[in-house]
């Protein structure tokens, strides 16, 4: 168990829906990393956050976002959800704002649209 | 850009054989490199970083400047090895971890 806690573990929804994945990094991490692991593209980096601010932002779409709150908790939000964002959704902790460190995932958000 | 490069998709070996899964990368400075491993149904997870120049479970890896290259390597597969596996790239003044698109591991009985 690496500390990190996602939930949903899974979630059906139906296209221009809207949902909300949750994390909860380890006790005394910092930093919450999101990514999307689909079949053919591997795990694409979303979004990091630390301390409550967004630090680096990768390929993600205008239609997801993120927020990171004051106790550390991590939710993002994927609305007028389309076939193509069914995947796996992952965040990860680690206690710095800096890369070089170990990563810790969670056990992922499995998201399918119909 | 930062760009990691995992050529191959599936990898199939018996026991035994030695096993090497290529990693490239991309990045105009001095990055830090890892492998991940995603066993079946679990999280991913830390096999090894290229600075504490370890082994874990057996696997080794090398970073080459030159050939801008981290590939993982074991001399002698075994049958749970078989997983899924992810090169990465960061740096310490970086806010993100780049991963590969991953290579599975099959090792046959």
């Known amino acids: 168990d690496s500390g990190v806690t996602q939930t949903p573990k899974h979630l059906i929804t139906a296209t221009g829906q809207r949902v909300t994945l949750r994390c909860s990094p380890r006790?005394?991490?910092?930093?919450v990393y999101w990514y999307q692991q689909s079949l053919d593209q591997g795990l694409q980096f979303l979004i990091h956050y630390y301390n409550g601010e967004e630090r680096a932002k990768g390929n993600i779409l205008e239609r997801f976002s993120a927020q990171q709150f004051p106790d550390l908790h991590s939710e993002l939000n994927l609305s007028s959800l389309e076939l193509g964002d069914s995947a796996l959704y992952f965040c990860?902790?680690?206690?710095?704002?800096?890369?070089?460190?170990?990563?810790?995932f969670g056990q992922g958000t499995r998201l399918t649209v119909v | 850009a930062q760009r990691v490069t995992q050529p191959e998709k599936l990898l199939s070996v018996f026991k035994g054989a030695p096993v090497e899964l290529k990693c490239n990368y991309s990045?105009?400075?001095?990055?830090?490199l890892f492998w991940y491993v995603q066993y079946s149904r679990q999280r991913l997870q830390l096999l090894l970083r290229h600075i504490s120049r370890e082994s874990i479970k057996g696997f080794t890896a090398d970073l080459n400047k030159g050939e801008t290259s981290f590939h993982l390597k074991k001399p002698f597969a075994q049958e749970e090895d078989s997983a899924m596996y992810y090169c990465a790239l960061s740096h310490r003044s970086a806010d993100k971890l780049i991963f590969g698109t991953g290579t599975r591991l099959q090792v046959f009985p």
């Open positions: 990860a902790s680690s206690p710095q704002d800096r890369g070089g460190t170990e990563a810790f």
């Open positions: 006790s005394g991490d910092l930093s």
């Open positions: 990045y105009s400075g001095s990055p830090e």
